[in-house]
């Protein structure tokens, strides 16, 4: 038998976010130009990383990688938009903010209901790590880019699972990030306090 468990939003209203401690949820990223490698592992880890006090763990996949007719039991889907990999520093008039409605990364709603499919826009997310991060080493700069990435894609992730649009006053979740903030050394899902385990007999 299965083990389930939720957690318990208390930002706003109450929202039971459920899942199986068997049962990883599958994270499947469609590519649409190349992308560095470096970046993608550096996204996978830090978006495990954030979501882990949620007690869900992640498989993740490129689109490419799976085999026809494959079947998952729970999945979510983004389409990567642009091309994932740092290129050589180039001064450009970008966004200060991120936001999932506007040009960073993006969650799809359906009649209101937050569905299992979104997208990330790579140049956008790369425009606004260049601009904290001026000649910076590739190496690094790809690390850097893959947990902004990351925490983009965590935020999305969020509102999938919480099945919610609504937005924390700090952490994560808030409704807008800095560039700093989605390079910086650490932040947290959502402000201390306001997720808390609750099993679901």
């Not at 993608?40 to 689109?63: C, H, I, N, P, Y």
């Not at 799809?108 to 606004?128: A, H, N, P």
């Not at 983009?152 to 992730?157: F, N, R, T």
């Amino acid at each position: 038998m299965l083990t389930r468990f939720c957690f318990l939003l208390l930002s706003g209203t109450a929202q039971a976010i459920c899942g199986s401690l068997n049962s990883p949820i599958t994270v499947v990223l469609d590519f649409d130009q190349p992308y560095s490698n470096l970046s993608l592992a550096e996204m996978e880890r830090e978006a495990s990383s954030v979501l882990k006090g949620t007690g869900f763990t992640f498989d993740w996949k490129t689109q490419a990688s799976i085999e026809p007719n494959a079947e998952f039991k729970s999945l979510l889907v983004f389409r990567m938009k642009g091309r994932c990999a740092m290129d050589p520093f180039r001064r450009l008039p970008i966004p200060e903010l991120m936001d999932e409605r506007g040009p960073l990364g993006m969650a799809f709603v359906s009649d209101g209901q937050v569905l299992t499919f979104g997208e990330i826009e790579c140049d956008r997310v790369k425009q606004s790590v260049q601009r904290v991060l001026p000649g910076i080493p590739s190496s690094n700069g790809d690390r850097l880019y893959g947990r902004a990435l990351g925490r983009v894609a965590a935020h999305e992730m969020y509102h999938m699972l919480a099945g919610t649009r609504k937005h924390s006053k700090t952490g994560l979740t808030q409704s807008s990030l800095t560039a700093d903030e989605l390079i910086s050394n650490r932040i947290d899902l959502v402000e201390p306090g306001t997720l808390n385990s609750r099993p679901k007999k």
